[in-house]
């Protein structure tokens, strides 16, 4: 049984930073593509960054050049490191892993941006 357990979550203020990880156990995670994705009140939940089993990332317009995806094949570990946050970043982040038709998420960590 393939699990993804997220943490790192908290409240900051405008301008600061968190780092969020997400622990994965029961699968061969480095030939898992992860993924992070966020969630806001009455928003759909939409792609953050993504880092491939082979180093490649990418990010969404929104967080390009504030946020950092990395892994830790070793640690069978994705980060999510998250600067300059803005209010708007304001959501319930999960975790993602995906390998072919193989799909599975975390339960989710809020980070609330509030002054």
């Known amino acids: 049984q393939v699990q993804l357990v997220e943490s790192g979550g908290g409240l900051v203020q405008p301008g600061g930073s968190l780092r969020l990880s997400c622990a994965a156990s029961?699968?061969?995670?480095?030939?898992?593509?992860m993924g992070w994705y966020r969630q806001a009140p009455g928003k759909q939940r939409e792609l953050v960054a993504v880092i491939h089993s082979g180093g490649i990332t990418n990010y969404a317009d929104s967080v390009e050049g504030r946020f950092t995806i990395s892994r830790d094949n070793a640690k069978n570990t994705v980060y999510l490191q998250l600067n300059s946050l803005k209010p708007e970043d304001t959501a319930v982040y999960y975790c993602?892993?995906?390998?072919?038709?193989?799909?599975?998420w975390g339960q989710g960590t809020q980070v609330t941006v509030s002054s």
């Open positions: 993602n892993g995906k390998l072919l038709n193989r799909n599975y």
């Open positions: 029961g699968t061969i995670f480095s030939i898992y593509n």
